[in-house]
C-alpha cells in the first residue's frame, strides 16, 4: 500500500517554527522529486517547495525564501519541511506529493503519482 503521512503540524505563534516530516511507503521514494504543496482555509492549492530525487536543486515559493528549508532522507524514506519565522498567512493543510515526471513543480493531484493526507499548520498569537 502506498502512503504518504504527513506530521509535525500544529499551533504556533508568529516567529516560531515547525518542522515537517512526510514518511512514505510502498513506493520507491528515492526515485521520485518531491513537492510540499499547502491550501489555506478558503483558498487554493499552491506550491511551496521542490527537491530533486538526488536531494539536491531545492526550490521554493518566493514567499518563503529564507524561511523554509527542504530536505530528505532517502534511508528513512522521509522529506522534510522546516519551517522558521512563520507568519500568519502561512496557516494551512501542508502536503507531501509525488510528482509525475514532466511536472516537477505540480500543485493538484491530477499531475501527482502521491499525495498525502495532509498536517495542520496554525500560526497564530
Known amino acids: 500500500e502506498v502512503q504518504l503521512v504527513e506530521s509535525g503540524g500544529g499551533l504556533v505563534q508568529p516567529g516560531g517554527s515547525l518542522r515537517l516530516a512526510c514518511a512514505a511507503s510502498?513506493?520507491?521514494?528515492?526515485?521520485?522529486?518531491m513537492n510540499w504543496v499547502r491550501q489555506a482555509p478558503g483558498k487554493g492549492r499552491e506550491w511551496v517547495s521542490s527537491?530533486?530525487?538526488?536531494?539536491?536543486?531545492?526550490t521554493y515559493r518566493d514567499s518563503v525564501k529564507g524561511r523554509f528549508t527542504i530536505s530528505r532522507d532517502d534511508g528513512k524514506n522521509t522529506l522534510y519541511l522546516q519551517m522558521n519565522s512563520l507568519k500568519p498567512e502561512d496557516t494551512a493543510v501542508y502536503y507531501c506529493a509525488a510528482p509525475r515526471p514532466g511536472f516537477p513543480r505540480c500543485y493538484n493531484p491530477w499531475c501527482s503519482d502521491y499525495w498525502g493526507q495532509g498536517t495542520q499548520v496554525t500560526v497564530s498569537s
Open positions: 510502498g513506493f520507491t521514494f528515492t526515485r521520485y522529486n
Open positions: 527537491i530533486s530525487s538526488g536531494g539536491g536543486s531545492p
